[in-house]
């Protein structure tokens, strides 16, 4: 999976760089509007992290000359938290998604999986893990063929943590993941492991695989 | 207490004790002066009795003198008490009409080879009634006087403080975010001069600190936000390291935390400047249904880990029509009501019932607990915590967030809707020991 990162920041750019490359993902980086532009023409991504404000201006004049283009490159629009109004306009303008920063990597590598999911596996809803299913158009999660009714909360973790797997994700991640800034407000991650232990205990047998990292969060693997 | 009407009264009030005071020592002056002048004409005539006297030669003559001059009055000396000096004495009128006063001077005298005491008299009656008179005039003249002293310094005063009033208008309306409008040029006189020149630069001194540190508040934050997130990737990616001890691993954690807060701190600071600078534009209906639905989904689980309910009293009449508020910005609106209700969580204790209530013109937010403790004025503004946050003592805490800015954002979104005639108040229920914030909006008819 090949993904462009269009960040003026070199060094944000090179921390998502090294976080998503653990995955198969082949990141390269484009730090303005003109070699950006280059580079989209070139080769084709699978999906576009594309940042608002770069030194040449709006990043959305790239976005608008991709689906001018009829360009099919999945692309996720980051922008600073307080620019929301930047979120209906991106959308509006065929970006598949939107991240506000601060955000967390995991969130990140999260958001670029679904939009991946979504493009290149046309009718493939599902994603697994051994004997756990998630099926993401029916919401819905099955080990060995035998449903698991889950919450609403379960059904968020279990996913976040199945796309991340492999990885740490901290409780932070996961707590704003579900809270959103929210999270921020909490007194305890009490909350956090409760429904991790609710999750693990539904899913019997493969309860396993959701491992403990103490001090820090959780880790499917 | 108008500066004119104080300055009016105490004129007043000086000038009538002046005409309280003056009227008694012009009466006594006036008297004094009378009584003197008809002392001298007593003495006058008294300076002509010894030639009178050496007249009379015989009883006869001296009963016609007696006879002839009614305000005379010869008796021996040994049957009267004599007076040196001219005195006022009360004395039966002739037609027995009452006492009058008169001014009596005595004289001793040989007549026919024995003392007498001769006395003349004179009449104090028309000197009452000038002086009466005069004093009449004299406080006609007074009053007019004090009317008219106190009516021009009434006027003089009107038009000498209009300049200091137009000064203080001038201030009274001051906006710090605003163009200043020009200062009005005062008369000639050079203390409001002095004052209009010490207030412009005053205003431009002030709005330069004040755009100085709006700037600065700005600029640091912004520079701040990539080193954060550069911080907290660069952490996240150290966690992934393999060999990580959970020692280790629970620092990190805490570091990671701790970095969020200081995001979460900058984006409120950068937000807050935001609005304040007018960025954001108010061109979309709020959906005020909708938007509270969206934030109770959000933030659901943060009070549900204090095993808290959220309770949603939607309108009763109109239900099926949806409330919307015309031209505002659904965002910020939804920051403002989610920053409340973060609040109400956190300044409540586990398992409370959080209400929200919603009418055609008005949002409570409604938590049970304490009275906060600093004072209304102050709630909305900077860094200043509402009250103390109750968390679950049982449990173990982390760095529960909290930035003081939560509130003073909330205000701030009230105010940019001034065009909804939106405003944001806070109430205390003693009976039912609530605390609400109420969110008020004109209702469209």
Redesign the interface.
Known sequence: MKILIIED?Q??AG??Q??LQ?ENYLCEIATDITPARQMIEDFTYDCILLDINLPEGNGLTLLKELKQDKKTDGVIIIS???G??DKVLSLKLGADDYLA??F???ELSARIEAVIRRRYMQGESKLSYEDIVIDTLARSVSVQDQPIPLTK?EYELLLFLMINKG??V????IAEH??????????????IYAHVKNLKKKLNSMGGVIKT?????YKFS | MKLLHYTSLRHLLFASLLTLISIPVFYVLLNDIFVRSIDRDLKMQAAQIPTMVSIIQTPQDLSLWKELDNDLEVLPLDSVQFHEQPFTRQEPLPNHKGMEDFRILQKKLQIMGRPYVVSIRASLFEKEDLIRTILTIQLGILILLLIGTVGINYFVHKRVWKPFYESLDYLRQFNIESDPSPLPTPLKIQEFTQLNHSIEQLSVRVRQTYFSQKEFIENASHELQTPLTVLKFKLELLLQTQDLTSEQGELIGDMYREIEQMQELNSNLLLLSKIENGQFISEEDIDVQGAIMELIDTLSLLAEAKDQQLEFKERTASRNKPLLLKKGNPMLFKIMVANLLTNAIQYSASGATIRLDLTDDSLSIINPGAPLTIPKAKLFTRFVQPGKKIKDKTKSSIHGGGNGLGLSIAGRIANYHKNLGMTLDYYYDQVKEENAFIIRWHKEN
């Open positions: 920041e060094s944000l921390s998502i090294q976080y653990r600073a938290r307080d929301l109004e920063k601060p967390h990597l995991a909360t990885r740490v901290t409780k932070n991640a579900l809270l959103g800034r929210s999270a921020l407000y909490l007194d305890n991650f009490d909350i990292i103490y001090g820090t969060g």
